[in-house]
Nanobody, 126 residues
Framework: VQLQAFGGGAVQGGESLRLSCSGS????????MGWFRQAPGKEREWVSY????????DYADSVMGRFTISEGVDENTVYLQMNSLKPEDTAVYYC????????????????????WGQGTLVTVSS
């Protein structure tokens, strides 16, 4: 049972990337999914959350309006569309599986998540 995150890369400021997170040995439907990131020398920070069944979406202020979390047609892949990227978005991005919850404040904490994918590096140059 594992998550796999991919889609990172090196881009210029203002460009876009789409990260993907897929489940292996499990289905993502019915669970909450979060994206976190960790920049060099900084603590891991929450980026976005989506609830599977109720359409709940939540975003950190730093990415609001630029990032969009969504799921694939197969409901076993979760995406993070990142537009208008900035150098400060440079980080290793992680996806994580947690409970379905409408209490979005709880889902902003890494402690809410049980399964983590390996990170994928996003580098944004100015």
């Amino acid at each position: 049972v594992q998550l796999q995150a991919f889609g990172g890369g090196a881009v210029q400021g203002g460009e876009s990337l789409r990260l993907s997170c897929s489940g292996s040995g499990l289905t993502l439907e019915g669970f909450g999914m979060g994206w976190f990131r960790q920049a060099p020398g900084k603590e891991r920070e929450w980026v976005s959350y989506r609830g599977s069944r109720d359409g709940t979406r939540d975003y950190a202020d730093s990415v609001m309006g630029r990032f969009t979390i969504s799921e694939g047609v197969d409901e076993n892949t979760v995406y993070l569309q990142m537009n208008s990227l900035k150098p400060e978005d440079t980080a290793v991005y992680y996806c994580a599986l947690g409970p379905q919850s409408t209490i979005t404040s709880e889902m902003r904490s890494a402690r809410a998540y049980n399964i983590w994918g390996q990170g994928t590096l996003v580098t944004v140059s100015s």
